[in-house]
């Protein structure tokens, strides 16, 4: 445990679990403090709470970490972490859930913070791997995470969450006495304008060569909300799959991608290069959607699953690239803007997509998958137009 790769890749893996363990029963859990059986809207609410407070604090948090190192960004965080689901597991009515979900999406933002410490270490010939195992790890405890949290809630509604709180302390407890820290701490005074989460997203903008890279990641991101939207209505409508068919369908796709980042990604991008990865990562996912909307029979799915699963290169290549575009300096405050843009992708994409299979489900289900291919050929003159030079490189040329 020496290693911080090996920290951080558990503690993602653990972060994840945590983060998984309440999906089960937060619709149980919500009926407990609500007193009804129509949760629907109150899931609605803190979903959206979740992915809002990520939204609005993960620039923050990563530009803090420019200017207090990583280390402390990440303790804090993950102590926060902890609290908040305390208070979710103690809460009596439905404010006080609201307020340790709220406290548990801004503790969330700490990916950012744990992407640039792996910028921090990684020689960017080896980030696309990293990247790759990072995903891998967080994709196999977003696996582990809600299959314990099923078991643990038929013992007890609110054990789930006392679990997460503890992965949460003994993640806290690890880095404290295993991490290092990856960057030397400036030496000026922390200005209260660091804390404006407004700051970091007007910085980025600003800079013409990162408008492409943002573009392509909140595509990105808003084309893979459609999975968890859609998924287990388009399997009960076309397959006529129950909840077990679901779960094994998504398991099996889940296993395959984390395979797919852990072990391909580094080879795939050291034969091809970054952006050619990303293209590639594009049209195994492309491929598969136009199988996806035409399959009539269910085991077509799982065959096409490796095939699909080859679509998840093209993230941390993408993730990998991104890292070029900033110098050192920089690095927390931008992948803080990054996570935020695919925080707002988590708003936007779920209600776009069930609205287009609100449109298609009568008439063709497979059809959403469709409209995703389409979503992602949009990307594609987009990353053309993302510079491979280096930050601070002007004499490179650009790789085609």
Not at 330 to 346: D, H
């Amino acid at each position: 445990m020496k290693n911080p790769l090996l920290v951080i890749f558990t503690a993602i893996a653990l972060d994840a679990i945590g983060i998984g363990l309440i999906f089960p029963i937060l619709p149980g859990l919500l009926q407990d403090v609500t007193h009804t059986g129509n949760v629907a809207p109150y899931i609605g609410i803190t979903t959206a709470l979740y992915a809002v407070m990520q939204f609005i604090f993960a620039p923050v948090l990563g530009a803090l970490s420019d200017r207090l190192g990583r280390r402390p960004v990440l303790l804090i965080s993950l102590g926060g972490a902890a609290v908040s689901y305390i208070m979710m597991a103690s809460a009596s009515n439905l404010w006080l859930l609201l307020v340790g979900r709220a406290i548990a999406g801004l503790t969330s933002a700490n990916m950012a913070v744990a992407t640039a410490y792996i910028t921090d270490i990684s020689p960017e010939d080896q980030r696309a791997g990293r990247f790759g195992v990072f995903n891998a790890m967080f994709g196999i405890g977003f696996i582990v995470g809600p299959v314990l949290g099923g078991l643990l809630g038929d013992y007890w509604l609110r054990l789930p969450f006392i679990v997460a709180a503890g992965l949460n302390t003994c993640n806290m407890l690890l880095a404290f006495f295993v991490l290092p820290e990856s960057r030397k701490r400036k030496k000026e005074k922390l200005n209260l304008t660091a804390l404006n989460p407004l700051l970091p997203m007007k910085w980025a903008f600003s800079m013409k060569r990162l408008a492409p890279l943002i573009l392509v990641f909140f595509i990105f991101s808003f084309s893979g909300e459609v999975y968890g939207t859609c998924w287990a209505l388009w399997g009960a409508d076309t397959f006529k799959w129950n909840g077990l068919w679901i779960g094994l369908s998504l398991g099996a796709f889940g296993i395959c991608q984390s395979l797919v980042q852990a072990f391909l990604t580094r080879p795939a991008v050291k034969m091809l290069g970054e952006r050619p990865a990303v293209f590639t990562g594009l049209a195994f996912a492309c491929l598969a959607g136009i199988v996806m909307a035409l399959a009539r029979q269910s085991w077509m799915i799982f065959a096409i699953m490796p095939v699909f699963a080859l679509g998840g290169i093209g993230t941390p290549a993408l993730q990998s690239l991104a890292t070029k575009q900033v110098g050192k300096e920089q690095q927390g405050q931008f992948q803080g803007v990054l996570t935020s843009v695919i925080s707002l992708s988590a708003i936007i994409g779920p209600l776009v997509f069930s609205s287009i299979y609100f449109l298609v489900r009568k008439v063709w289900p497979g059809a959403i998958w469709l409209s995703n291919v389409v979503v992602l050929v949009i990307i594609v003159p987009v990353v053309l137009d993302i510079t491979t030079t280096p930050f601070g490189c002007t004499n490179v040329r650009k790789r085609s």
